[in-house]
């Protein structure tokens, strides 16, 4: 089995979805997430807060610096992610259509063959 990241993009800019439509997201994600763990295929899945909450930690010449704020300057953002197996990748593609019928864009990537358990 080979392990895929699901990552959910929202644009900076769009209008944010409404408390219900939120709500929807959340309770269809729920459902996403108990019929990949009765399938055997989810790993790990978590959401993440804005963008300016991160920190950037950078190692030049020896010495860290921490700044505030993401570290790529750019209008979308990874807002969520998943973590599963699967056979192949489109067992992953089949997935991630389920994943962005609930939340939107989502991106589905390979782990490299270092990563892989």
Not at 47 to 65: C, H, K, Q
Request: net charge negative; proline share 5%; aromatic share 8%.
């Amino acid at each position: 089995m080979k392990h895929y990241l699901l990552s959910v993009h929202f644009v900076e800019g769009e209008p944010d979805p409404s408390d219900e439509e939120m709500q929807t997201m959340f309770r269809e994600t729920d459902r996403i997430n108990d019929e990949m763990q009765a399938a055997g295929a989810w790993v790990f899945a978590g959401g993440l807060r804005s963008p300016d909450s991160a920190t950037v930690v950078r190692i030049e010449n020896g010495a860290t610096t921490m700044s505030d704020g993401p570290f790529a300057e750019t209008k979308e953002h990874i807002a969520g992610f998943w973590v599963i197996k699967c056979a192949d990748l489109d067992q992953a593609l089949a997935w991630a259509e389920k994943c962005a019928a609930a939340c939107g864009p989502v991106e589905v990537r390979p782990f490299d063959d270092l990563s892989q358990a």
